[in-house]
């Protein structure tokens, strides 16, 4: 048992190191980078372990040290931890983990707030889409873990995703919510060809999003975003080789079928 939960704490790690300028220590993590985005990363990730720690819905490390002048922040290392994948892609848990993790998604947008000086917009090709929120900016399964120790659902990197500029902080709930899903379809295509339907856990997962946000999330809005959502991440892969270009068709496939699941 312990062999595998160092296991899943190196895969972990690996994860983790490939996102960005870490030194991974005995007990904490140190990130650098650009000293506002990283005073802003911090500001964030503060307040979101704020959230986590008065609704219980979520856990996020703690920031135990930041240095503005050199955008060096020092973070508690929380272990134990495998990516949500396993329980979405997996298993029984599906329903449960899909479930936690958008009430996780929806308490962030509903309780996450930033000082005014801090709200850097989505890009504009990427702002439409209902009102706004302040984001979590990449929230996918590279950034949700659960602890296998206590159940938690972990939430990790509160900095905008690199694809899209990487300063965000600020736009649409549509976007973390696509944002995540696109991610599950791509997860899917690349890891599981025999696992739970993705385009049933993209089912559950909005769904419970939606209960929690109610009057706040509009479905309509959700779909016509989606699909320009599609047309930006559509051509970025054009631009990939040939041989991952074969992914698309399917990958649309996915989107397909999800929205036309909401008509039913």
């Not at 040290?65 to 892609?89: C, P, T």
């Not at 649409?172 to 919510?177: L, S």
């Amino acid at each position: 048992m312990e062999s595998s939960v160092a296991e899943l704490d190196r895969n972990a790690l690996v994860r983790i190191r490939k996102k960005a300028n870490l030194a991974v220590l005995e007990e904490t993590i140190e990130k650098s980078g650009d000293p506002e985005r990283m005073r802003v990363e911090v500001e964030k990730t503060t307040r979101a372990y704020d959230i986590g720690q008065r609704t219980g819905l979520f856990r996020v490390p703690e920031v135990l040290d930041y240095d503005e002048h050199r955008g060096v922040a020092v973070f508690e290392k929380l272990s134990h931890l495998v990516s949500i994948r396993q329980g979405l892609m997996f298993g029984s848990r599906c329903p449960s983990v899909a479930k936690r993790t958008a009430r996780a998604l929806a308490a962030v947008h509903d309780l996450l707030e930033l000082p005014e000086e801090m709200s850097v917009p989505l890009p504009k090709e990427l702002a439409d889409g209902g009102n706004a929120v302040f984001l979590h900016g990449d929230f996918s399964f590279n950034n949700v873990f659960m602890d296998t120790r206590s159940d938690e659902l972990v939430i990790l990197d509160w900095q905008m995703t690199k694809l899209h500029g990487g300063a965000a902080t600020y736009g649409t709930r549509c976007f973390d919510v696509a944002w995540f899903l696109n991610n599950l379809f791509n997860r899917y295509l690349h890891h599981c060809l025999f696992g739970n339907s993705a385009v049933e856990i993209a089912q559950l997962f909005l769904r419970a999003y939606a209960e929690v946000a109610r009057a706040e999330f509009d479905m309509a809005q959700y779909q016509d975003y989606v699909a320009q959502f599609l047309v930006i991440t559509n051509r970025r892969r054009q631009q990939w080789p040939i041989s991952q270009r074969v992914l698309s068709a399917a990958f649309n496939y996915f989107w397909k079928r999800h929205l036309s699941s909401l008509r039913h």
